[in-house]
């Protein structure tokens, strides 16, 4: 089985202060791991992903994230926030082994709101 | 195209009607995949299809959900005697991938059905 959590339902941050977005996932195998951000009737957008290597994935709009096998967290960030980074925030993890390694499950979703 | 499109963007049904939502992938993706979003349940995946075949149907909720992919390009979601609780955005997503591999999945912009 696999599944994400989200702590935080909401996130508030002042434009140019660091964002953080949380997330922590369980898999029994090894992770794929995926944000997506998604903006008021629109789809979900990719912003990055996590499949081996380097522990810090870098992605669009200048977000960033890091997967930490320890703590099973995978946790994104932006050093300066813009108010156009608010949006819902979809953390998804995918099991690398088994037979359902093509379905992505997502958590809650966390909005988060950046104020000028 | 450039993205994957959905259509209707908006449907408006009375309890009971037959819907059908429309799915066209980007060009050449050969997985195509089946998301509902709810306010109660976030993101739901619905069902996979890898070509024309559909590996897994367990995320369907009901027999009166049924799904189909022609030609490996476009898929229909049909849902049959609609009920209220069908109510949601409905979304389509494709990725360059077969099982096992890190493709990300790219998301349309989603059809809001609503269901009277």
């Known amino acids: 089985a696999q599944s994400v959590a989200q702590p935080e339902d909401q996130v508030n941050v002042a434009e140019g202060n660091p964002l953080t977005v949380k997330c922590t996932y369980s898999?029994?195998?090894?992770?794929?791991l995926f944000w997506y951000v998604q903006y008021p009737n629109r789809g979900l957008q990719f912003l990055l992903k996590?499949?081996?290597?380097?522990?810090l994935v870098k992605g669009s709009y200048g977000f960033e994230a890091e997967f930490n096998k320890s703590q099973t967290s995978f946790h994104l960030k932006k050093p300066s926030a813009l108010v156009s980074d608010s949006a819902l925030y979809f953390c998804?993890?995918?099991?690398?082994?088994?037979?359902?390694?093509?379905?992505?499950?997502f958590g809650a979703g966390t909005t988060v709101t950046v104020r000028a | 195209g450039a993205g994957v499109s959905q259509s209707p963007s908006n449907k408006v049904t009375e309890k009971g009607k037959d819907v059908e939502l429309r799915c066209d992938p980007i060009?050449?993706?050969?997985?195509l995949y089946w998301y509902r979003q709810s306010l109660g349940q976030g993101l739901e995946f619905l069902i996979y299809?890898?070509?024309?075949?559909?590996?897994?149907k367990s995320g369907l909720p009901s027999d009166r959900f049924s799904a189909e992919r022609t030609g490996g390009s476009v898929s229909t979601l049909t849902i049959q005697r609609t009920q209220q609780e069908d109510s949601a955005v409905y979304l389509c997503?494709?990725?360059?991938?077969?099982?096992?591999?890190?493709?990300?999945?790219?998301f349309g912009p989603g059809t809001r059905l609503t269901v009277t």
């Open positions: 997503a494709s990725s360059l991938g077969l099982a096992g591999l890190s493709y990300e999945q790219y």
């Open positions: 898999v029994s195998g090894n992770p794929y």
């Open positions: 996590y499949i081996t290597g380097d522990n």
């Open positions: 998804a993890v995918r099991d690398r082994e088994g037979s359902n390694d093509y379905k992505l499950s």
């Open positions: 060009s050449g993706h050969t997985a």
């Open positions: 299809f890898q070509g024309n075949s559909a590996p897994d």
